[in-house]
């Protein structure tokens, strides 16, 4: 270990002893001297990647620089090292800043240049004076490359101070520059700066600040589109994003401007043809005519990116292809030859082909398509497969007439593979909700299947159990089918538990004589079940059928109404926010980018005002906050709560559930038991029977199999908890406190993503302050998608004081939420736990 810590050392007082020997010419000559120099340079940028701490050579590095002062590899070298400790060592910072600054006087502009772009990357605040000067005047310096490199220097000021770009009229000089400078490169990073700088404009420089759209002016636009052909592909890319933001006046402005960028369709360069069909859509998407013109025109290009062996290019031009094919199906619809997968295609552009050939399917493609499918489904690769026999259940879906793809679903489950039979299990149940008159065609043979043995997939397992309720009549083993199910009920997932006890009252009430000793063993095994959602599901069926069987047989078994259409994971709202962002991330992503972007991926909530004195009322939660993150002197301790969201916790956490002291949770979250209700009685007093079918439930004092005595008592009430609005928690304290306990409580939620999209709202600032309604304060917060972590606490308002820590993890890709609560108390866990679950309840979004 020692000589471990020692080796840096080492490897520092040689290469220090190597940099003072360069610092002589001795018999060398200059060419021998300055490769010497440069290898000893490698080596120290070399050993600073790897974390070692090089910091002691800044004296001897500058003067080896200085002495071979117009090396540019040598200068290059030299502004990566003194950046790189130029934040982390103070002491360093000032001395760097000489160095830059007198470089920068240098007569060599590529010197100048480095310099200047060096000095801007320093990112220290407390310097920025020293960066501002150079700055304005390298804006006005007479050789390009120092321009440019002013020019995004701009940018990096803003990204340290808005204000100060304005206050220093950072923005008049681009802007000036922009119009007047005759290099191309200049002018791009000019368009680049005033756009970025004017898309995030502080409201209270409006005035001073351009955003895109005001300042794609006509003269402006003109001049950059006629002169496009003398930008970089990089500069095209920019005058066509700019172009974009430009509102022509009349159609004729509107064919000038495509007539001029005809010729960019062919460039070699993808991103050029992208930001060119970006543009032609965003000029004619008012002009029906002339859009679908547009539309038609830019098919060949589109299928000569995505034929590209480039695997990245590809699935970027087909993400753009499937927002396109969403929009105007009819765009590729006779060439969907050139979206079937090739064999060296990676898996991620196959599934995103099979996503476009299911969404251009129509009837004159379809059975080539299917056919095309078919011969995927026996790939070697079950994802493919899987994934193959999703896209023809999604073509039965939008095709009308689905009779041969149906006969492919059906060919499917003959396989004997498992994933084959399970995913087309799924596709078959939407085909039957969607058509429902090809039900006598495909269900007669699913007793043939042996699901129940064979097939071990939820969510197929439930498909096949939803087709036995729904079209029970037509499959003749139905009842004997479905008993399998009911006798490991308790072994099932919780989806196929639902959809059992639905398929059972359903079936009931098709054939009452075989299923009712099967439905009276479902009940009976729901009731009983832990699971909140599957136990009420019970009780509710036992309810109706207890009170009104014809009534249950409305509610439970009514006609199969056909469904015109399924819901699909983006609204039409996000989908057309998405396409204002063609030819961004926010195509690839198929999100909009306010979904998956933060500016601030991490924060700790400011001080707050301190709240009024008296204490919450009853029923309602009270507008008030707390200055989080201060101990009981004021001091602010926003640096010290960073710590906590870096807490090892794994270990003390169980998963799977809560532990010993956990609370169970009704439908709505709320610690107790089923809905606040009784066990159900006897079965007794049970309704009116089914007409045309006698009472099966009471027949012969044979009932459906459920128990006859008085379930349990209902839970005695959770007495209420307040919380002190004045809690006050160091975060030191916090840590120490929440490493010492173990959980108490652990439980997963999941929710919508719009849900997770206002939680991250406004960094987190919204979600926080609606829980300190409810007193319960944030220590701290943040994260960075998609995995994000907020700590709570709240303080027992009586003798106990008991504190009540909470960790919550939340995942926006996935919406799982998993809370964990630690305390001391455990005795008045369930009534905080019911204090969290209201006010977390009243923040989510319904989806």
């Known amino acids: 270990m020692a000589e471990a810590r020692n080796k840096p050392r080492g490897e520092l007082a040689e290469l220090s002893a190597q940099l003072q020997n360069l610092c002589t010419a001795g018999k060398r000559t200059e060419r021998e001297l300055r490769n010497a120099k440069k290898d000893v340079f490698r080596k120290v ?39 790189h400790y130029a934040s982390q060592t103070p002491d360093l910072a000032l001395l760097t800043i000489n160095q830059l600054q007198k470089d920068y006087a240098d007569q060599d502009p590529m010197i100048r240049g ?3 772009r060096s000095l801007c990357s320093l990112r220290v605040a407390n310097f920025l004076e020293y960066v501002v000067t150079p700055i304005m005047t390298g804006l006005g310096d007479r050789h390009p490359y120092v321009r440019r490199t002013a020019v995004m220097g701009v940018l990096k000021v803003h990204h340290i101070d808005s204000t100060a770009v304005a206050q220093h009229g950072m923005v008049v000089q681009v802007k000036r520059l922009l119009a007047t400078d005759t290099d191309v490169q200049v002018i791009a990073n000019c368009l680049s700066v005033l756009m970025q700088v004017g898309s995030d404009q502080p409201r209270a420089l409006s005035d001073k600040l351009e955003p895109p759209s005001r300042l794609a002016e006509k003269a402006l ?3 950059l589109l006629n002169r496009i052909k003398e930008f970089s592909d990089w500069g095209q890319c920019q005058v066509l994003q700019l172009a974009t933001h430009y509102t022509p006046t009349s159609e004729a402005e509107v064919y000038d401007m495509l007539n001029a960028l005809e010729d960019r369709m062919g460039h070699v360069n993808s991103a050029v043809v992208m930001a060119t069909i970006g543009v032609f859509l965003r000029l004619t998407i008012n002009m029906t005519a002339t859009h679908q013109q547009v539309l038609e025109r830019i098919r060949e290009p589109v299928k000569t990116l995505i034929s590209r062996d480039d695997a990245p290019t590809a699935y970027a031009a087909l993400s753009h292809v499937l927002l396109l094919v969403q929009r105007a199906p009819m765009i590729f619809e006779n060439d969907a030859v050139a979206f079937f997968c090739r064999t060296h295609d990676p898996w991620f552009v196959k599934k995103l082909k099979l996503e476009i050939l299911a969404a251009i399917a129509s009837t004159s493609n379809v059975y080539d398509i299917v056919t095309e499918l078919t011969e995927y489904a026996r790939d070697i690769s079950p994802t493919m497969a899987r994934e193959a026999v999703r896209a023809v259940g999604r073509i039965a879906l939008t095709v009308p007439d689905s009779g041969g793809i149906v006969e492919r679903l059906l060919m499917f489950l003959d396989g004997s593979s498992e994933h084959l039979v399970a995913e087309a299990l799924v596709q078959l149940k939407d085909v039957l909700r969607r058509y429902p008159d090809v039900a006598h065609v495909c269900v007669g043979s699913l007793g043939d299947l042996a699901v129940h043995g064979n097939i071990s997939e939820p969510a197929a397992r439930a498909a096949f159990v939803w087709i036995l309720g729904q079209f029970g009549g037509l499959v003749q083993d139905a009842p004997y089918l479905l008993e399998p199910f009911v006798d490991g009920f308790a072994s099932e997932d919780p989806s196929v538990r639902l959809a059992v006890l639905t398929a059972a009252v359903q079936l009931f009430f098709r054939r009452p004589a075989e299923v009712k000793p099967i439905l009276g063993t479902a009940l009976s095994a729901g009731i009983a079940d832990s699971h909140a959602d599957v136990r009420d599901r019970a009780l509710m069926y036992y309810r109706l059928l207890r009170t009104d069987a014809a009534a249950a047989e409305r509610v439970v078994a009514p006609p199969l109404l056909v469904v015109p259409w399924f819901s699909e994971a983006l609204s039409p709202e996000a989908k057309e926010a998405i396409f204002a962002e063609f030819n961004t991330l926010s195509v690839v992503f198929q999100q909009p980018a306010a979904a998956f972007i933060e500016r601030q991926p991490y924060h700790s909530l400011e001080a707050e005002p301190e709240p009024p004195s008296q204490a919450p009322t009853t029923g309602k939660c009270a507008d008030r906050s707390t200055n989080l993150l201060a101990d009981a002197d004021g001091a602010d301790l926003v640096g010290v709560g960073a710590d906590l969201l870096d807490l090892d916790i794994t270990a003390g956490t169980t998963t799977g559930g809560s532990s010993a002291a956990a609370v169970p949770l009704n439908a709505g979250g709320i610690p107790g038991g089923y809905a606040g209700q009784p066990a159900p009685g006897p079965m007794a007093g049970i309704g009116p029977g089914i007409p045309g079918h006698g009472n099966f439930f009471v027949d012969n004092g044979v009932g459906l199999g459920l128990p006859t005595a008085a379930g349990p008592a209902p839970p005695a009430p959770v007495p209420e908890l307040v919380l002190n609005p004045k809690a006050r928690v160091a975060a030191g304290a916090f840590q120490e406190e929440w490493k010492r306990l173990t959980p108490a409580h652990c439980s997963t939620l999941s929710v919508s993503p719009a849900t997770v999209a206002a939680i991250v709202a406004n960094n987190h600032r919204d979600f926080t302050q609606h829980m300190t309604q409810a007193y319960i304060h944030t220590i701290a917060s943040g994260g960075q998608a998609p995995s994000f972590r907020y700590y709570f606490y709240g303080q027992n308002a009586g003798q106990s004081a008991a504190l009540y820590l909470v960790e919550l993890l939340l995942r926006s890709d996935t919406g799982n939420m998993q809370v964990t609560v630690k305390t001391a108390d455990t005795a008045s866990l369930p009534a905080f736990l019911e204090l969290w679950n209201a006010c977390l309840t009243g923040f989510l979004v319904m989806s």
């Open 45 to 83: 940028v070399n050993y600073m990647t790897l974390g070692m701490d090089m910091s002691g050579l800044f004296p001897m590095m500058t003067s080896c620089a200085n002495l071979s002062a117009d090396d540019l590899v040598l200068k290059k070298m030299l502004y990566l090292y003194l950046t």
């Open 114 to 116: 480095l310099a200047l």
């Open 221 to 223: 636009v003109y001049s």
